[in-house]
């Protein structure tokens, strides 16, 4: 039973640009989340999808963008990429519930590298 | 806004020891607190959690404790071995939305 799966492993962009980062979930959950790790900091919630809409959302600007497919894999949108961008990009899934916390798995990240 | 803290960036244990890592926390609306661990090239993984309802939780020789009055948790891992030697991130949640502290590196000494 695959886990979380994220690509890239690894990106190297430069500022300006725009950057699209994936995420298939574990099997059999339908919720995905987003955060941000930058270095020698805890993961930062960006936002979480269920059901093709976004639902909750973190402090991030909206140069922050994601997008849920019907097979409820993921992928974040970073557009107008600043050096303050770099970091590493973790998935997180779940399945949805009616408990206070449903719990999440994350995948390996996707390491962003701004120049 | 630091709504978790976790005020030890590191913590040396003696292997066969108790491994005990500090959170604290700001906002009283959270419902659950959890422990993650992560090691280097991998995502964090779920330990340990505990409802916002209970004070203690316990699985296998790790031990979670809430006080909820001094808004504070404490991780208890006994007895301390050298594959736990991780990053341990403390981290809240109001409706599914996670909130982690900075974490806390921890190394088991063989």
């Known amino acids: 039973d695959a886990g979380v799966t994220q690509s890239p492993t690894h990106l190297i962009k430069t500022r300006g640009q725009q950057v699209t980062l994936r995420c298939s979930p574990k099997?059999?959950?339908?919720?995905v989340s987003w955060y941000q790790q930058a270095l020698g900091q805890g993961p930062q919630f960006i936002f979480q999808?269920?059901?093709?809409?976004?639902?909750q959302r973190g402090n991030f600007p909206d140069r922050f963008s994601g997008h849920q497919f019907p097979n409820y894999s993921s992928e974040l949108n970073v557009n107008a990429l600043l050096l303050g961008d770099s970091a590493l990009y973790l998935c997180?899934?779940?399945?949805?519930?009616?408990?206070?916390?449903?719990?999440?798995?994350f995948g390996p990240g996707t390491r962003l590298t701004v120049l | 806004d630091q709504q978790v803290k976790q005020n030890s960036p590191s913590l040396s244990v003696q292997e066969g020891r108790i491994s005990i890592l500090n959170c604290d926390y700001t906002?009283?609306?959270?419902?659950?607190f959890l422990w993650y661990k992560k090691y280097p090239a991998e995502g964090p993984t779920f330990l340990i959690s505990?409802?916002?309802?209970?004070d203690k939780n316990e699985d296998g020789r790790f031990t979670v404790f809430l006080n909820k009055s001094a808004k504070h948790l404490s991780l208890h891992i006994v007895p301390s071995q050298p594959g736990d030697s991780a990053v341990y991130f403390c981290a809240a949640t109001s409706y599914d939305k996670v909130i982690f502290g900075p974490g806390t590196s921890l190394s088991v000494i063989p």
């Open positions: 099997s059999g959950h339908d919720t």
């Open positions: 906002n009283s609306m959270f419902d659950y």
């Open positions: 505990i409802s916002s309802i209970k």
């Open positions: 997180a899934s779940s399945l949805y519930g009616d408990r206070g916390y449903n719990e999440q798995f």
């Open positions: 999808y269920y059901e093709e809409e976004e639902r």
